[in-house]
């Protein structure tokens, strides 16, 4: 049986070599692996947002494609479409650029809303539905999206339906003086960081470990813990929309992944509270009195963990 715990450290290590100093970020991407679960990465241009998703893709023995999302690009660019050809006489479909394991949607929200409407059903049903035929998408599938901030120039906001459907929200952030060092002598060489990463995980291997995560046992009381910090979001005046069932969900398989990767096959409070940011704070929307007074969704967040109550007896 795979030690989920040592495959994960080696791609951790792996990934590593071409994202310096973002071990944090790297652990988040590999542990929505994990849950079967898509991620967002959000933060200014040039951080490292495309990076990260490239070198995990890299470190994975999975098919791999890239969307550059784009104002002219179409929903059948995404989805794939029919044709005819022309020596049978037959509608024939051709694959869009989601047909593949792994799949990198960057800048995604610098495309119309009607094609990031085009990734609704693939994230959330694994399969693409063109002139009422069904394809089913190879297996494992994860969308590594990045976007950036709102408030930049040619950027659409994602629907709210979408923005639920990633399993959690990376910031990779600026880097400190001693890790920029690191990345410039690294860059500075004459191999680039990213040739030197080699697939150490195969597709059979992720599919393992995304069974064995199912099988962390979650105890009644932390189900409890989870429903009431899913509960508390929806009360709060600070929120004009709270958590929804799908993001306690998440919630209980964040925290199942964080027990497997501690050796431990039943989950603790701990693992609930290490995995309800990341989880939680981009699919909160701020109601218009808190967006006054420029408190970011998390602090709200984390007075809610501080709240409510933690149980003693699992």
Do not use: W
């Not at 495309?50 to 098919?63: E, F, G, M, P, V």
């Not at 690191?182 to 069974?211: F, K, N």
């Not at 910090?229 to 958590?243: I, P, Y």
């Amino acid at each position: 049986m795979i030690n989920p715990g040592r495959m994960i450290l080696a791609l951790q290590q792996n990934i590593g070599k071409a994202v310096v100093g973002k071990e944090e970020a790297i652990e988040y991407a590999l542990i929505a692996l994990l849950c079967k679960g898509h991620v967002l990465i959000e933060d200014v241009p040039g951080v490292g947002k495309t990076t990260l998703a490239s070198a995990l893709a890299r470190s994975l023995d999975c098919s791999f494609r890239r969307i550059q999302f784009t104002p002219d690009l179409m929903p059948s660019d995404v989805t794939g479409f029919t044709l005819v050809n022309f020596k049978t006489g037959e509608m024939e479909y051709k694959e869009g650029a989601v047909m593949s394991q792994i799949v990198l949607a960057d800048e995604i929200n610098r495309t119309s809303p009607k094609t990031q409407s085009a990734l609704l059903e693939v994230m959330e049903e694994h399969q693409v539905t063109v002139d009422g035929i069904t394809h089913q998408l190879p297996q494992p599938f994860i969308v590594l999206a990045t976007q950036n901030p709102g408030e930049f120039v040619g950027t659409y906001p994602l629907p709210e339906a979408q923005v639920d459907r990633f399993f959690l929200r990376i910031s990779i952030g600026y880097p400190t003086i001693e890790q920029e060092m690191d990345v410039l002598e690294r860059y500075s060489g004459t191999v680039p960081p990213m040739e030197t990463i080699e697939p150490i995980c195969s597709a059979q291997d992720v599919l393992a470990m995304q069974e064995q995560v199912t099988t962390v046992y979650c105890s009644p009381e932390v189900r409890n813990y989870v429903a009431s910090l899913a509960a508390a979001t929806r009360n709060d005046q600070a929120f004009s929309l709270g958590a929804s069932t799908r993001a306690a969900i998440s919630l209980i398989r964040g925290a199942q992944a964080c027990a497997m990767l501690d050796d431990r096959d039943f989950v603790l409070p701990e693992d609930v509270q290490h995995m309800f940011l990341p989880v939680m704070s981009h699919r909160m929307i701020l109601s218009p009195e808190a967006r006054m007074k420029g408190v970011p969704a998390e602090q709200f967040l984390l007075t809610i963990l501080q709240n409510t109550n933690v149980p003693v007896k699992l």
